[in-house]
C-alpha cells in the first residue's frame, strides 16, 4: 500500500500486509545534475560541430566562389540556432526572454543576410518593421492570456516604444528609403502603450509609479 514503517513490525498496519524488510534504495529527488551535465554535453558536442561546418563553409567559400559571401551567411545563420539552442535550454530564461531573443537574433541575421548581399535595405525597411509589429502582437497575447498580471507588461511596452524610434531614427539618416512599414509600425507601438494606460487607468499608473518612481 506504499506506507513506510519505521519500527520493527512484522505487519502493515493499514493493510494487513507482511512486511519483508526490504528497503528501496534511490534518489528522493530527480536526478537532476545529470540532465544539467547531458544537456551542457550535448550543447558542446553542438558547438564542436558549428566550429567545424563554419570552418568549412568559409574556406570553401574563399577558394570557390569568393565573390559570393554564402559562408559567412551559413555561419551567421549556425551561429544564430546555436544562441536559440541555448536560450531554450536555459533553465532561468523566462518566456519573455526567449521571445525577445529569439526574434532579435532572427532580425540581426536578416540584417546581416543583407549586408553580405549588398545591402540593398530591404532588412531595415520591412523585416525591422514588421518585427516590431510582430513582438507587439505577442506582447497582446501574452497579455490576454495573462489577463490577473497584465500590467506587468507595461515596462515591455515601453521598450517596445523605444525600439519603434529606432527606424524613424533609420528613416532620419537615410539608411530606409520605404518608411511606410516603419510608420505603420511606430504608431501600432504607441496606440498599444496608449490603449494599455487609458484602459488599465489606475493600475496602470500604480505599475508605472513602481517602474520609474513618476
Request: glycine share 8%; hydrophobic share 55%.
Amino acid at each position: 500500500c506504499g506506507v513506510e514503517i519505521l519500527d520493527d513490525a512484522v505487519k502493515c498496519p493499514l493493510c494487513s500486509g507482511v512486511l519483508d524488510g526490504k528497503k528501496e534504495e534511490g534518489h528522493t529527488y530527480p536526478d537532476v545534475v545529470s540532465g544539467v551535465r547531458k544537456t551542457t554535453v550535448l550543447y558542446r558536442i553542438f558547438s564542436f560541430a558549428f566550429i567545424v561546418i563554419a570552418s568549412v563553409c568559409i574556406a570553401l567559400n574563399v577558394w570557390l566562389t569568393p565573390t559570393l559571401r554564402w559562408g559567412e551567411i551559413v555561419t551567421c545563420s549556425l551561429a544564430y540556432l546555436l544562441w536559440l539552442g541555448y536560450i531554450i535550454l536555459k533553465d532561468n530564461a523566462g518566456y519573455r526572454i526567449r521571445i525577445l531573443s529569439g526574434v532579435a537574433g532572427a532580425v540581426l541575421l536578416i540584417i546581416l543576410i543583407d549586408t553580405f548581399l549588398g545591402f540593398s535595405g530591404w532588412s531595415v525597411s520591412y523585416v525591422l518593421p514588421a518585427a516590431i509589429i510582430l513582438l507587439d502582437l505577442a506582447l497582446a497575447i501574452l497579455m490576454l492570456i495573462n489577463r490577473r498580471n497584465w500590467q506587468s507588461y507595461l515596462i515591455l511596452q515601453v521598450a517596445m516604444v523605444l525600439v519603434g524610434i529606432v527606424p524613424l531614427v533609420l528613416i532620419r539618416i537615410g539608411i530606409v528609403t520605404q518608411p511606410l512599414v516603419s510608420d505603420i509600425a511606430f504608431l501600432v507601438t504607441v496606440f498599444m502603450f496608449l490603449g494599455s494606460m487609458i484602459l488599465g487607468g489606475r493600475t496602470a499608473r500604480i505599475e508605472m509609479k513602481r517602474r520609474f518612481h513618476i
